[in-house]
């Protein structure tokens, strides 16, 4: 390998910038090269490519795959399982490789068929797992077609830090159209957008977007004999259309065989164009400066560079900035170094030198060209840092806009703009509780789009503390206690006493405080301040200093349970210095009398009362006073459940259907049990645990044709009594059976209030669709029996009626089959003494479509109808022997035998 001193100085510069999906190059006969570390090295390559090649390497820099349309090849260069792929490896660009946004282990190449085989396989994308054979990669998907025929080329470019492609490719022959297709986090979209350019894309062979995607170039000619040119179009992204054509080289070499191919330097300005004759073996190399104002002015700046009688492949630009393009079947790739600077554009013939018994060829790597943008166009959201306010501050949030950039916030409440990059948070309202407000900024170029959110941390110290303290003293009373009701951790006290002084406890939730003389206008205040700085509204407690005391009524139960009526406490502020004695009726003082805590027993149901007497001594005054009169209500709770009926489903035997309702709901505490037993067993177990809002439940998966069941509903009250309703049980019907009747058993359905008024039995039989009502039985019986010959097949279901004509409970469905058989006599005397003058065939009533034949014994027929019911009498016969076949349809049975006639 030789490398020229100017190149090596701009790979060194250029590699920083260059993303290490297109480090690794593999091409040709066998060739490849490696950018890896900020130098060129030569590499070893499995492939044999003709024309066009696609690599693709992983954000470390190493080779992950490379295909030339139709073989792929892993990074040990080993055949890929699931290939080949649909692709023509004579295609001026066969393939190119993107991976799907958002997930790294999927890969998506896309290729071209070759002009030789007409473009019928057309442009298609396969996916590659790169967990599949090992961590190998396989390619599990593929042969999905987006456009046929097709052209030699497509091309690919990211947008938004590659996280979105397009994939453009020109549509073959006459249809005069580029076709893009976006792959984003959702995968391909097969669908494509179209742009039609009528006269100006008849044929095309090569294409490319620039690095920053907004420019796409493509070989085009108008007929199939015209020469190629070059049409440089605009691109936007954001509708994946192509706009504004210019013509480019519109003078070719005159010779058969010629094809452009091209590209971008890395920021987009200059175009460098390998124009090519296979037939003269020679090519132009010829660059055009994109960044001029006009299309006249750009297409005037052709310029070239170079023109010599070798073959030359296609161009491609390089993580060092460089374009490379192949001497075909060569070992020597050349260079156009300085890409950026058109003015200075400069040529190095054998850049680079390939390996040994290796040959460049028609196509070096086809990559997405983003990858080689050095200065992408990227959306940032920065929402700035987290945040503590207090309520009513107003604080800034975001950071200064970008040129371009448009932002919205969400949500937008408490924000003085939504729409712009640094809005103002504030909160006024004292309702808004002490909370976290998260913001989510997004950020868009129109195309692109990122977010970041922020969290805002409200500290609503606006609400005065609330006190807790004797609103009565004696004058001059010493270190009254007073506290803060529900301080917050970490907050800071200031008290006042007005008409006293806070002896102890400033900075604190609870003080001391002294009183001096007689005032009816003494007070005391606080306000609270938060570990943020957050400082409250002033609370405050009006304290009347006298003789007379107000002292306050009793505090505590005013509604108590009976079972609940022992060890119930009232108290009254405990006034420092102050004896309380207690009084009470329907009731008897535990413990604590003397102190401003007692603890009570309540004696008696109904109405109690219990008031308090205080006295206080100080350095001046005797002081009295005597509470209001505290009522208090000892009651038994009402509330109870009530099972309504427990029945087995009408429609389906496996499950069983309650429902039950509640006395005093409002007393009735969360939540409510459902328990079950088989009969007998005596083990309840809990099947269902419900809110108290429901009021029905099915149990499933049940046997009920072989077990009765028994449920109750439990509950609690709020006096923590277990409420448990009465026990209700399913009906289970059984029978004993002969050939002629069916005796019908079952069990009694217990606990409704006012008993069973009857039991009904329901009967289906054969074709039946519905049930009917067969007959009524009365509460005190539990069994009946029905005739068997009524049909083939029954069903019995048995229903109780409650006395209150409320309530039912359905059974089990008992099913009963019979094979019931027809009795056929073998003599008959039709003698006009009225006995055994007919033909009379047992059962045929339960056989309705049949048909009978009689024979004489000569094989005459004398008889025969359908639907036969015993009305055949031979009286006009003579005796002997007759022959007789019987037809049942009903299970196609044909019953033969032979009748004596006699008189």
């Known amino acids: 390998m030789r490398l020229l001193g100017p190149i090596t100085i701009f790979v060194l510069f250029c590699m920083e910038t260059a993303q290490a999906q297109v480090e690794n190059w593999h091409f040709g006969s066998a060739a490849g090269i490696s950018f890896q570390g900020g130098g060129i090295s030569t590499i070893f390559s499995g492939m044999n490519a003709t024309e066009g090649v696609a690599s693709f390497s992983d954000s470390a820099g190493r080779t992950i795959l490379y295909t030339n349309g139709e073989d792929i090849f892993n990074r040990n260069n080993v055949a890929m399982p699931g290939g080949p792929l649909g692709g023509g490896s004579s295609a001026r660009q066969s393939a190119v490789v993107v991976p799907q946004p958002g997930d790294d282990n999927i890969l998506y190449v896309f290729t071209a068929d070759e002009n030789e085989d007409g473009g019928n396989n057309g442009i298609q994308v396969a996916t590659v797992n790169l967990s599949g054979d090992g961590g190998l990669g396989e390619v599990v998907q593929k042969d999905q077609i987006l456009i046929s025929p097709s052209n030699e080329n497509i091309t690919a470019v990211g947008y938004c830090d590659n996280n979105l492609f397009w994939i453009a490719a020109g549509v073959r022959t006459q249809s005069q159209a580029l076709m893009a297709f976006k792959v984003d986090s959702a995968g391909v979209d097969i669908f494509g957008v179209r742009s039609e350019f009528n006269g100006i894309i008849e044929y095309n062979r090569f294409s490319k977007f620039s690095p920053q995607g907004n420019k796409f170039v493509i070989s085009t000619r108008s007929s199939f004999t015209a020469p190629y040119r070059i049409t440089l179009f605009d691109f936007d992204p954001t509708s994946g259309e192509f706009s504004s054509p210019i013509i480019l080289g519109l003078t070719g070499l005159g010779l058969e065989g010629e094809f452009w191919s091209f590209e971008f330097s890395s920021d987009g300005n200059v175009l460098v164009a390998v124009q090519n004759s296979t037939s003269a073996q020679r090519s132009l190399i010829k660059a055009y400066n994109l960044a001029l104002p006009t ?51 400069v040529i190095v013939r054998d850049a680079i030198e390939l390996r040994p018994q290796t040959l460049a060829l028609f196509g070096l790597p086809n990559f997405a060209t983003s990858y080689f943008d050095p200065d992408p166009i990227t959306v940032t959201a920065d929402a700035g840092d987290d945040v503590e306010v207090c309520l009513g501050d107003i604080v800034d949030i975001g950071n200064p806009p970008e040129n371009g950039l448009t932002y919205s916030w969400e949500p937008p409440d408490f924000l003085s703009d939504p729409t712009i990059s640094n809005p103002q948070f504030t909160i006024t309202d004292a309702n808004v509780p002490t909370s976290v407000f998260q913001y989510i900024l997004t950020t868009s170029n129109g195309f692109c789009f990122a977010t970041d959110t922020v969290n805002v941390a409200l500290f609503n110290q606006k609400a005065a503390p609330e006190i807790l303290g004797s609103a009565s003293v004696c004058p001059n009373v010493e270190e009254v206690d007073y506290e803060v009701i529900n301080p917050q951790p970490g907050f800071t006290y200031n008290w006042n006493a007005e008409g006293g002084t806070v002896v102890s406890g400033q900075g604190s939730d609870a003080v001391k405080i002294t009183w001096g003389d007689s005032r009816e206008d003494a007070s005391v205040t606080v306000e609270s301040t938060s570990p943020q700085g957050c400082t409250s509204d002033q609370g405050s407690l009006t304290v009347t200093i006298k003789v007379e005391l107000a002292t306050p009524t009793p505090a505590g139960l005013e509604n108590i349970c009976s079972n609940l009526r022992e060890g119930n406490l009232y108290s009254v502020i405990n006034t420092n210095g102050s004896e309380y004695t207690w009084g009470i009726e329907g009731g008897v003082i535990d413990g604590g009398q003397g102190s401003n805590e007692v603890s009570v027993t309540w004696t008696t149901l109904g109405q109690g009362r219990i008031w308090v007497r205080e006295r206080s001594v100080t350095i001046t005054d005797v002081c009295f006073g005597t509470s209001d009169t505290l009522s208090v209500e000892i009651f038994d709770d009402p509330a109870a459940v009530n099972m309504e009926f427990v029945s087995v489903d009408f429609d389906d035997d496996s499950r069983i259907n309650l429902q039950w309702n509640f006395e005093a709901e409002d007393r009735i505490l969360e939540p409510t049990i459902i328990q079950r037993m088989a009969a007998g067993t005596g083990f309840w177990e809990e099947v269902a645990t419900l809110t108290k809002d429901l009021r029905s439940f099915d149990d499933i998966n049940l046997t009920t044709d072989e077990i009765i069941y028994e449920y109750r509903v439990i509950a609690e009250n709020q006096c923590q009594q277990q409420l448990t309703s009465n026990e209700h049980n399913s009906i289970l019907v059984s029978s ?55 049909g083939f097949q ?110």
């Open 794 to 903: 029954h069903y019995y279901k048995v229903k109780a009626n409650s006395n209150d004509g409320i309530n039912i409970s359905w059974s089990n469905e008992l099913e009963l089959l019979f094979d019931h058989q027809v009795s056929i006599p073998n003599v008959i005397t039709p003698n006009d003494d009225d006995f055994n003058e007919n033909f009379v065939i047992g059962n045929i009533e339960l056989f309705p479509e049949n048909e009978l034949v009689v024979y004489n014994r000569h094989g005459r027929e004398v008889f025969s109808t359908s639907n036969y019911q015993n009305q055949w009498s031979p009286s006009d016969l003579p005796v002997g022997v007759y022959y007789y076949s019987l037809l049942l349809k009903r299970g196609d049975v044909t019953v033969s035998g032979w009748l004596q006639l006699l008189r």
């Open 295 to 345: 299309n006249a002015e750009i297409a005037a700046s052709e310029k070239v560079i170079l023109d010599e009688e070798i073959l030359m492949g296609s161009p491609q630009l390089a993580p060092d900035g460089n374009i490379y393009i192949p001497r075909i079947s060569s070992r020597e790739l050349l260079a156009v170094s300085n890409t950026d600077d058109f003015e200075n554009l």
């Open 736 to 790: 004993n059976v002969n050939e002629n009747n069916i005796a019908l058993n079952w069990n009694a359905y217990d606990d409704w209030p006012e008993g069973v008024e009857n039991y009904e039995i329901w009967r289906k039989i054969d074709e039946q669709s519905e049930y009917e009502l067969l007959r009524t039985i009365t509460a005190d019986s539990r069994r009946d029996t029905l005739p068997s010959l009524a």
